[in-house]
Nanobody
Framework: QVQLVESGGGLVQAGGSLRLSCAASGRTFGTNTMAWFRQAPGKEREFVARIDWSGVSTYYSDSVKGRFTISRDNAKRMVYLQMNSLKPEDTAVYYC?????????????????WGQGTQVTVSS
């Protein structure tokens, strides 16, 4: 089992930037796809970005493409989400998640480890 702890959330003005971090501990990490999801009040959890085990392949939702960048450092067991040009609609709790070995989709059901989430609030 992998434990995930997010950090880096906060309050920022529209147009600003934040960098989220996810620290992983446990047996598996370096061989699994990792992803960020988010959940706004009253809405379902949605996919934001994912990165394969090597860090070479990434995929983003249309709503964040060109503004957010996902990266990972397997040696440090860390995953990052650099968020630029933030908009009020990016306000949500952001979750780091580990995919089940061999899976790499955007469907949350294929992720078996989740962090507790970190709040991101973007003011207009």
């Amino acid at each position: 089992q992998v434990q995930l702890v997010e950090s880096g959330g906060g309050l920022v003005q529209a147009g600003g930037s934040l960098r989220l971090s996810c620290a992983a501990s446990g047996r598996t990490f370096g061989t699994n796809t990792m992803a960020w999801f988010r959940q706004a009040p009253g809405k379902e959890r949605e996919f934001v970005a994912r990165i394969d085990w090597s860090g070479v392949s990434t995929y983003y939702s249309d709503s964040v493409k060109g503004r957010f960048t996902i990266s990972r450092d397997n040696a440090k067991r860390m995953v990052y989400l650099q968020m630029n040009s933030l908009k009020p609609e990016d306000t949500a709790v952001y979750y780091c998640a580990k995919a089940i070995t061999g899976y790499s989709s955007i469907w949350s059901g294929q992720y078996d480890s989740w962090g507790q989430g970190t709040q991101v609030t973007v003011s207009s």
